[in-house]
């Protein structure tokens, strides 16, 4: 079930005039974990109050929010459909670690081709999926709608409101949006895109409130799922120090930024830095087979 206690750990740095917290959203749960969660609790009781008994939501293979999805919609009693980027995947007899997990929650997939996937949202096809399979309440890919924003506003507690900046990883923008909602005016919200793309900052816009934030877009290594070996072994360097494991896709890069940021005096003497771990830990499984196959150094879990 849900762990609601997380909690802030300290991380002692090498530049012992910066305070850096981290805030463990990744043990919520193994599968639904950190912002995930967040982003489907209004979403799960709205669809509750509707006669809809199916969740339809979009993703790639290794998707945290398919798994997310698959998991509460099982936990609360709602008919998953998860709409797959990647037609060939249909064929293939062993379904990665993501998708397997998806399954055997009950989530029933349908395997669409990149181009198709690129046009999801249209309303041809989404009639054309209500056609197929009933009537379905509609999650976004990513999960990102007003009700996640709010969602993601319950992040941050009062004991929070201490830190100077407040840091997390970005990949639709709905987390940080609601940690921008969330945040007093005093504080700055660094974003850490995990993907190339100017539209993010038009994305975060429509869901914020504040403009206390910024987007340092530098720590992408090459695009959504580009993986690097330095950021393995950063990764597995981070794991041993600290005993805190970090996914490849999200919260990896992001503390690689901020580690370099530290490291190049970013951050001035005193300041305090509150780290969300949005988690997303259950996609280390499949990344890892990814690297096997290719004879590359794995993540260490
Ligand atoms: C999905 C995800 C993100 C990105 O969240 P957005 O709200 O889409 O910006 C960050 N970290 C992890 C671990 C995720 O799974």
């Known amino acids: 079930m849900l762990n609601y206690n997380t909690h802030n750990q300290h991380l002692s740095v090498p530049d012992s005039s910066i305070k850096i917290a981290i805030k463990r959203e990744d043990l919520i749960h193994p599968f639904i974990s950190g912002n995930k969660y967040r982003k489907l609790k209004f979403n799960i009781e709205d669809a509750k109050t509707t006669n809809v008994k199916t969740l339809l939501t979009f993703g790639g293979a290794f998707s945290n929010?398919?798994?997310?999805?698959a998991y509460a919609g099982k936990e609360y009693g709602f008919n998953t459909i998860g709409v797959i980027r990647g037609e060939?995947?249909?064929?293939?007899?062993?379904?990665?670690?993501?998708?397997?997990?998806?399954?055997?929650?009950?989530?029933?997939?349908?395997?669409?081709?990149?181009?198709v996937y690129r046009i999801k949202t249209n309303d041809d096809f989404i009639n054309s999926l209500r056609n197929e399979f009933g009537d379905f309440y509609l999650i976004p890919e990513g999960g990102t709608n007003e009700l996640a924003v709010k969602g993601c506003e319950e992040i941050l507690e009062a004991d929070d409101f201490?830190?100077?900046?407040?840091?997390?990883a970005v990949g639709t923008g709905g987390t940080i949006s609601g940690l921008i909602n969330s945040s007093k005016k005093h504080q700055k919200i660094l974003g850490f895109p995990a993907l190339k793309g100017d539209f993010l900052q038009e994305d975060i816009r429509k869901f914020a409130n504040q403009d206390n934030w910024k987007l340092i877009s530098d720590y992408h290594f090459g695009g959504y799922g580009k993986i690097k070996p330095?950021?393995?072994?950063?990764?597995?360097?981070?794991?041993?120090?600290?005993?805190?494991?970090?996914d490849p896709i999200y919260t990896g890069k992001m503390l690689f930024g901020i580690f370099d940021l530290i490291a190049l005096g970013y951050f001035s003497t005193g300041s305090k830095i509150l780290v969300i771990h949005t988690g997303g830990l259950q996609g280390?499984?499949?990344?890892?087979?990814?690297?096997?196959r290719k004879n590359r150094p794995l993540i260490e879990i």
């Open 65 to 69: 929010h398919i798994a997310a999805v």
């Open 88 to 115: 060939e995947l249909r064929e293939k007899k062993d379904l990665n670690p993501t998708l397997t997990f998806a399954k055997s929650c009950g989530m029933q997939f349908e395997f669409v081709s990149r181009e």
């Open 162 to 168: 201490k830190f100077d900046y407040i840091c997390c």
């Open 230 to 246: 330095e950021l393995i072994s950063f990764i597995n360097t981070f794991k041993n120090d600290y005993n805190i494991p970090l």
């Open 284 to 292: 280390i499984a499949g990344v890892n087979d990814m690297l096997k």
